[in-house]
């Protein structure tokens, strides 16, 4: 069963910097797409940085050139680092495994890692 546990959210002004971690359990990591999501409410959860296992990244428009996804094979461990950030990042993130074909999330949500952005 997968396991994942995020971390590193906080409040941050804008134009601050955060950095998100999520370990991961239950998989081969190191052969698994992993990606970053968040969530605010009322809203759909939306994909908003990609890393496949040989280490190609994509990002959504909106975090494009502030947002930087990374992952450590050894640590089973995707993080997302953050820059710029700005008070429309609010929101929970999350991490899951990736469907290599559709990008769709493929294990259970954890419990996600609140970031929230002051103007």
């Known amino acids: 069963q997968v396991q994942l546990v995020e971390s590193g959210g906080g409040l941050v002004q804008a134009g601050g910097s955060l950095t998100l971690s999520c370990t991961a359990s239950g998989i081969i990591f190191s052969i698994s797409d992993m990606g970053w999501y968040r969530q605010v409410p009322g809203k759909q959860r939306e994909l908003v940085a990609g890393?496949?296992?040989?280490?190609?990244?994509n990002y959504a428009d909106s975090v494009k050139g502030r947002f930087t996804i990374s992952r450590d094979n050894a640590r089973k461990t995707v993080s997302l680092q953050m820059n710029n950030l700005k008070p429309e990042d609010t929101a929970a993130y999350y991490c899951?495994?990736?469907?290599?074909?559709?990008?769709?999330?493929?294990?259970?949500w954890g419990q996600g890692t609140q970031v929230t952005v002051s103007s």
């Open positions: 899951n495994v990736l469907s290599r074909s559709s990008k769709a999330p493929l294990g259970s």
């Open positions: 890393i496949s296992r040989a280490g190609n990244t």
